[in-house]
Antibody, heavy 113, light 106 residues
Framework: EVQLVESGGGLVQPGGSQRLSCVAS????????MNWVRQAPGKGLEWVAN????????YYVDSVKGRFTISRDNAKNSLYLQMNSLTAEDTAVYYC??????WGQGTLVTVSS | DIQMTQSPSSLSASVGDRVTITCRAS??????LNWHQQKPGKAPKLLIS???SLQSGVPSRFSGSGSGTDFTLTINSLQPEDSATYYC?????????FGQGTKLEI
């Protein structure tokens, strides 16, 4: 089955860190730009970051610049999002999404003390 | 950043109706416009890419059009399963912004 599966979400304290993973199955990630998109509870979609096929280009929304790092390991068919200095405003379901294609099912990150 | 403005924010329609959702970009975005559908409690799903390219498996009652800064998603012959929130997204330049969404109730 062709799918993206995220993991790594959970409850984290303000100021803490979390690393999200996204693994592709049934297809290869290496030919696609990949994205992280988040959705705060009851809100719309917010694009967070993306990364080129070979990892040579990365872009971020201003609100996460300097705190979040997107990366990929094409050999492991995987995408990552390292999130540091988390605040309550980062609470959301985080989706990985293939450019012009598939979305994962999402993983919930809750930032709370 | 490119701002994407959708209208309406919500609408109610009946089975068999035709509905149109519009999306306006704050600057020209060439053909870099996608439409996504999100049903309650589910992940979004890409419906249409590059303005009008229907994704595999998406019913032909969905169509996209437009150019420059103004784009449209049209759903013909509405079905109950089309009840969802629809988002436009520009991928012309980072950050790849989404519209605020249009909630469609059938």
């Amino acid at each position: 089955e062709v799918q993206l599966v995220e993991s790594g979400g959970g409850l984290v304290q303000p100021g803490g860190s979390q690393r999200l993973s996204c693994v592709a199955s049934g297809f290869t990630l290496s030919t696609s730009w990949m994205n992280w998109v988040r959705q705060a509870p009851g809100k719309g979609l917010e694009w967070v970051a993306n990364i080129k096929h070979d990892g040579s280009e990365k872009y971020y929304v201003d609100s996460v610049k300097g705190r979040f790092t997107i990366s990929r390991d094409n050999a492991k068919n995987s995408l990552y999002l390292q999130m540091n200095s988390l605040t309550a405003e980062d609470t959301a379901v985080y989706y990985c999404a293939q450019d012009g294609g598939l979305w994962g099912q999402g993983t919930l990150v809750t930032v709370s003390s | 950043d490119i701002q994407m403005t959708q209208s309406p924010s919500s609408l109610s329609a009946s089975v068999g109706d035709r509905v149109t959702i519009t999306c306006r970009a704050s600057q020209t975005i060439s053909s870099s416009l996608n439409w996504h559908q999100q049903k309650p409690g589910k992940a979004p799903k890409l419906l249409i890419s590059t303005i009008s390219s229907l994704q595999s498996g998406v019913p032909s009652r969905f169509s996209g059009s437009g150019s420059g800064t103004d784009f449209t998603l049209t759903i013909n012959s509405l079905q109950p399963e089309d009840s969802a929130t629809y988002y436009c997204q520009q991928t012309y330049s980072a950050p790849d912004t989404f519209g605020q969404g249009t909630k469609l109730e059938i």
